[in-house]
């Protein structure tokens, strides 16, 4: 158990809607990362937060948003679906950003736009 | 551009039978290799971290190792429960801004 928490496990919804994934990092952490993986792209970075503030983003499309609370945990918002956003979206936190920090996963929501 | 190439896409092992994953690399300037091991229906999990070439580490049939362009991740005598895939993930200093880029895995299978 990474100590990750992610919910919900799955999820199932039609184009066009919205969902909110969400996410609780391990105790002490303070960075939050998200993540999605598809069969033909592999896991690709989205954004990352840092005790709250926004660090740094990936390929993360305009109808995605995240954020981070005061109490660490951070929600990952995805809007407009379309079919091709259906996938795995992980959560990782670390304790600093860097190489001497590994990241630890969460065990992903499955996300089916239909 | 930042790249992880991970070869082979799967491998099929019997049980007791030792092979090697590659990952070949392509980074500005690398401040760390990442090896991690994913179940179906799981997140990574964190293996090993790599700084500099010459670099090995190792975890029970595990051994991974660090060249300059690339690392292989060596299984010794594997057993079933070492059927997963593998990841591999680098670090640097460029326009990753500091995160992550993964390969897209090795997927091993390991019969008894």
């Known amino acids: 158990d990474s100590g990750v928490t992610q919910t919900p496990k799955h999820l199932i919804t039609a184009t066009g809607q919205r969902v909110t994934l969400r996410c609780s990092p391990r105790?002490?952490?303070?960075?939050v990362y998200w993540y999605q993986q598809s069969l033909d792209q592999g896991l690709q970075f989205l954004i990352q937060?840092?005790?709250?503030?926004?660090?740094a983003k990936g390929n993360i499309l305009e109808r995605f948003s995240a954020q981070q609370f005061p109490d660490l945990h951070s929600e990952l918002n995805l809007s407009s679906l379309e079919l091709g956003d259906s996938a795995l979206y992980f959560c990782?936190?670390?304790?600093?950003?860097?190489?001497?920090?590994?990241?630890?996963f969460g065990n992903g929501t499955r996300l089916t736009v239909t | 551009e930042d790249q992880v190439t991970q070869s082979p896409e799967a491998l099929r092992l019997q049980e007791g039978e030792s092979s090697s994953l590659n990952c070949s690399y392509t980074v500005s300037g690398l401040r760390g290799l990442f090896w991690y091991r994913q179940d179906p229906g799981k997140g990574p999990e964190f293996l090993f971290t790599?700084?500099?070439a010459g670099e090995e580490k190792e975890k029970e049939r595990l051994k991974a190792t660090l060249t300059k362009k690339e690392s292989f991740l060596h299984i010794t005598a594997p057993k079933p429960e070492d059927s997963a895939t593998y990841l591999c993930a680098v670090l640097d200093y460029g326009g990753s801004q500091g995160n992550l880029i993964f390969g897209k895995g090795t997927k091993l299978s390991v019969k008894p």
């Open positions: 937060y840092y005790n709250g503030e926004e660090r």
């Open positions: 790599l700084y500099s």
């Open positions: 990782a936190s670390s304790e600093i950003q860097g190489p001497n920090s590994p990241l630890h």
């Open positions: 105790s002490g952490d303070l960075s």
